[in-house]
């Protein structure tokens, strides 16, 4: 008997994002359940020890395992499920989970630039996330790759991490040129593969952009004004 897994989500949250891409390219079906992190319900407060998605219910011969932390999810699925997307090669594998725990870094300081309550500490913010992406674009550059993937040929989880990442300079872009990925050629042209890839596009809602925008501007930080004053001056004749 197969396991019915469910991913219990949040439609913004970019740790979700990353299991539904893995469960996406090895071909698994798995439900998604979307929770109200505000609001968050009984049953999902009694399950998540840290109260965070995103979960992985797993239901085998009437039993039920749930894991949480997304790095966790995504290496069980690597242990229990066909397409593996870690390489085989134990140095490499290393060097890949240790991009992926780069990979959230980067979350971090998003959440960091999103957040900063003044000018000043939004501006360290920038450019402290730019500089990520320069070593981002260092490592990219050095690696002989042949292909378009972090990997070069073979799609791996670092770029099924890295897929969420870019999707929230998309919607920067909207509000504002921040110069995130200014001389950074090679990190651009990945983020147009990650971009292109369907597990990736398919791992949010179509509205993800309106949503993601709407809590950028609720936020009531240096950004949210940064998305006011532009509005504003839409509106203004
Ligand atoms: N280290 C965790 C981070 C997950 C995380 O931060 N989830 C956020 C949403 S994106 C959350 O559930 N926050 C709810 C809360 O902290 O109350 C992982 O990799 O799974």
Redesign the pocket.
């Known amino acids: 008997m197969t396991d019915k897994l469910i991913l219990v989500s949040?439609p913004?949250?970019?740790?979700?994002q990353r299991a539904a891409i893995s469960l996406a390219e090895k071909g698994v079906p798995f439900e998604r359940v979307d929770i109200d992190?505000a609001n968050?319900p009984a049953w999902f407060r009694a399950i998540s020890p840290?109260?965070?998605?995103?979960l992985l219910r797993v239901q085998r011969n009437g039993e039920e395992t749930v894991i949480?932390?997304?790095?966790v999810?995504l290496e069980f699925l690597e242990e229990t499920q066909a397409n593996p997307l870690h390489p085989a090669d134990p140095y490499a594998r290393a060097r890949h989970r240790a991009w992926i725990e780069f990979g959230?870094a980067v979350l971090n300081a998003i959440g960091r630039f999103y957040s900063a309550s003044t000018e000043a500490g939004f501006l360290a913010e920038n450019s402290a996330l730019s500089s990520m992406f320069d070593r981002l674009e260092a490592e990219l550059a050095d690696t002989e790759r042949n292909g378009p993937w972090f990997a070069g040929e073979r799609f791996s989880l670092v770029d099924a991490v890295h897929g969420p990442v870019f999707r929230y300079l998309d919607v920067f872009d909207r509000i504002s040129d921040f110069g995130i990925l200014d001389g950074k050629p090679f990190v651009r042209a990945w983020r147009q593969a990650l971009r292109d890839r369907p597990s990736i596009g398919n791992a949010v809602a179509p509205d993800y952009p309106q949503r993601l925008h709407a809590f950028l501007q609720a936020k009531g930080s240096e950004l949210s004004t940064i998305i006011q004053r532009n509005d504003l001056a839409i509106a203004l004749p």
């Open positions: 949040h913004l949250c970019p740790y979700v992190l968050k840290l109260g965070k998605v995103p949480f932390e997304s790095a999810i959230s």
